[in-house]
């Protein structure tokens, strides 16, 4: 609810102050001192459109400030919390500035925190509804007719919406993985069919960990087997000669040992240090002895594996795990990557984890499309309840708004609201909702903003919003000559259907008419200083005595006439009898 509103450069108004209260208020004036500039600045407040045109001459900018009591656990506070901004009084108090300048820029704010402007044109659908012959309409939205009837359908009915909403979300998420799975799946196919040939190409060549590294070895080793042979024999016949062998003349390593121990034996006894270099001698030629047997053997063994088969066989096995090297292993990319053989086997494991989770897939498949199955007809059956709820509610909603306008002197309308259908169901049901109106027998059902006149949309929304009183709700309306073009018994119904309204909100409304300003708790008069502008001390609440003179000006333009007067205080006594007497 609005409490207060400071409206500095704007238009006529220099710098007035509104001080606002629950319940109807009504706003008057002479022609021209400026009280529908009261509405442009709450509509500019709310995220209207700034126009520079509007800024008064050297002011050089527009300014709105306005202060509101909210609830401080509903979701126009989390908004603001959210946006960085903070409420006063326990969380219960909202301030939201705007300004325009007179180049064109604008600034917003909520709770002492620079916004962008959206947010407040967010937060206004749940703080403000504003009626007057140029400004937007919320109830002109298609999406805030179709959740306005949601709500008037009552209880029972949003439970099957949000039913809905859920089966329709689900469905949606189940659909749109099982599409993504059914498109990739000649994708994935090919996948596995590749994975399945490197798998069965590695299982074929069984590698086994670490053996490319032996088979090099093996090869080197077989490759140069003559080369070792001769190496090895001829370092053995160097240490330790045949004695057999012909052309032996006993001056192999181990024989020189020996006739060197031999002529250190002779004298050793005499000399410790001597016997120590005999004995080192010996251990000499045992050394050399046990090398010269391990030659013999190491060239008896290459000889053994000098088979051109095996060489054959091991650079066949090498080339083989080659192909899978590069084919699935290749260079490490950095330091702990695995490298050769090693990377082909990794490979191996994570293409079969991997072929495991493809072939699943179907198993998968197979589990969404029957959930996506069951939940379309849950859409399909939740779909036809909302429909019959809305197409019920709508019935009521139309009989009850043109009953209204009836009173409100438009005998002749009617107001229809159309359910079309969509294609398929959407997040909000299965059809389209749309208020059309018929502004007089024979004439087509249009939409509102295209079926009435600015005066007539005026009161049509009057009369929509009495309806949905309750069922859309939203803390505080704001008319703008809502009377327009209307008198006498219709114009008292409209005072009548205001204050019936205002039981539920706050009402605020710009008039001219004395009938409905009758029906007001709140009475506010907007006056112009002697150079043409208003100031605070313009805005005035009336005391009953005021109201009194107020309304004797409206009805006869003579705020003095006692017939005036006389006539003033029997319309604020019987709109104050109808009041007390409650709905009706």
Known sequence: MLEEVRITG?????????ELSPGFTVVTGETGAGKTMVVSGLGLLFGGR??????????????????????????VA????????????????????????????????????????????????????????????????????????DRFAG???????????????RHREIRTELAELTSRAQERAREAAELRRGLEEIERVE?????????LAEEERLSHADALHAAATSAHEALQADPTTAGYDGADAITLLGSARQALDQSAEHDPALAALAGRLSEAAYLLSDVAGELASYAQSVEADADPGRLAAVQERRAELTRLIRAYGGPGGGPGQEEGLAAVLAWAK?????????????????????????????????????????EQAAGKFAEQVTAELTALAMPHARLAVVLSPLDEPGPHGAEDVEIRLSAHPGAPELPLNKGASGGELSRVMLAIEVVFAGADPVPTFIF????????????VEI?????RLARLAQVIVVTHLPQVAAFADNHLVVEKSGDGSVTSSGVTRLDDQGRVRELSRMLAGLEDSEFGRAHARELLEAAADERSAGPG
Request: proline content about 4%; cysteine-free; hydrophobic content about 40%.
């Open 350 to 390: 994570q293409a079969a984890a991997r072929v495991a989770e493809l072939d699943s897939d179907d198993d998968t498949i197979a589990v969404l499309a029957a959930q996506e199955a069951e939940l379309a007809a849950a859409v399909a059956d939740l779909a036809g309840q909302v429909t019959l709820g809305r």
């Open 78 to 149: 989390r908004q603001v919390t959210e946006a960085g901004g903070d409420l006063d009084d326990d969380g219960t108090a909202l301030i939201i500035s705007r300004s325009v300048s007179a180049e064109g820029r604008s600034r917003a704010s909520a709770g002492g925190r620079p916004v962008p402007l959206s947010l407040l044109t967010y937060l206004a659908d749940d703080l403000i509804a504003v009626h007057g012959q140029s400004d937007q309409q919320q109830l002109l939205r298609g999406g805030r007719q179709r959740d306005a009837l």
């Open 480 to 491: 703008d000559e809502v009377d327009a073009g209307v008198g006498g018994k219709a114009a």
């Open 207 to 215: 590698p086994v960990s670490g053996e490319d590294a032996d088979l």
């Open 155 to 169: 209880p029972a009915h949003a439970a099957v919406l949000t039913d809905y909403q859920r089966a329709y979300q």
């Open 495 to 499: 005072g009548r259907r205001l204050a």
């Open 50 to 75: 700034g126009e520079p045109g509007r800024v008064r001459p050297g002011a050089g900018r527009a300014s709105v400030d306005g202060r509101l009591r909210i609830e401080p656990d509903g979701h």
């Open 10 to 18: 704007l238009g006529v108004i220099g710098d007035a102050t509104l």
